[in-house]
């Protein structure tokens, strides 16, 4: 990038001082790549799997189950819900509400908070032994 | 947007600009966003709810066209979305038009190809072809 210019900067992250709303904004980015990638490609092995019989879901059970394979799987679960509440957030900002700074910081937080509490209780229920 | 003094009556009505588009892909994003919340919070709880995630009790509940719907729109919308946040982060950070117009072009064909992969599969599970 040619930086010798005075002309300003667009937002840029080694330009910008991080805060809660700069975390979040290029979480949801870097959340939505992941889903795009890892957790449509496995919802897509999931389903092939489930269609091409007990050996092929076998396989795919013991890949989930893998120590590797469950932290793939509850980042994703974490990259869902940070992207959903970071987007709930998206659209409220669209509507031009949200912007002050303290009210901003705020929602900020809040998606990156509810983001771990939601992740945490889905799996505390799948490998709590709930089930 | 603006447009000059020198835009006719007509275009001024239409507001498009010399690109004559532009606001559906921003606007399709938001729409499709708001089906996934719906969808995805609908997979997540649906599989938190059945009983057993092994084969049979899986495929058991996919079958039925109360869950394979859902699951058709997710695979549809989701693929969709997927595909307009990419085109975003592509043409955020790759800015010569071959490269731009060859990565785009890629991500076109990984989300169709594998969007007709998951459908494909769903099909064979919907219409009882699963063992």
């Known amino acids: ?131 | 947007m603006s447009l000059g003094d020198s835009a006719t009556p007509l275009g001024r009505a239409r507001g498009l600009g010399s690109a004559h588009h532009g606001g559906e892909h921003w606007l399709t994003e938001r729409v499709t966003s708001i089906a996934l919340l719906l969808l995805g919070v609908w997979l997540i709880a649906s599989l938190l709810l059945l009983p057993q995630l092994d084969q049979r009790t899986v495929l058991e509940w996919l079958r039925a066209p109360s869950a394979a719907i859902p699951m058709a729109l997710l695979i549809v919308i989701g693929f969709k979305h997927a595909l307009d946040g990419m085109k975003v982060v592509i043409d955020d950070y790759v800015h010569g038009p071959g490269n731009n117009f060859a990565l785009n072009t890629l991500m076109l064909f990984l989300a169709v190809g594998a969007g007709a992969l998951a459908l494909f599969a769903l099909a064979r599970i919907a219409f009882g072809t699963v063992a």
């Open chain 1, 1 to 131: 990038m040619n930086n010798t210019s005075s002309r300003p900067l667009s937002p840029h992250l080694t330009v910008w001082r991080w805060g809660p709303h700069m975390v979040v904004s290029i979480l949801h980015r870097a959340t939505g790549v992941a889903l795009s990638f890892a957790g449509l490609g496995i919802l897509t092995w999931w389903l092939w799997a489930l269609a091409n019989g007990a050996d092929s879901y076998a396989a795919f059970g013991k890949a989930a189950a893998h120590p590797l394979g469950l932290i793939v799987l509850i980042g994703l679960t974490w990259s869902f819900f940070q992207h959903l509440l970071s987007g709930i957030r998206h659209l409220v900002m669209d509507t031009g509400q949200g912007f002050e700074l303290g009210v901003n910081k705020t929602m900020a937080i809040l998606t990156i908070v509810g983001s771990l509490l939601l992740t945490a209780l889905v799996w505390f229920y799948l490998l709590g032994g709930v089930k």
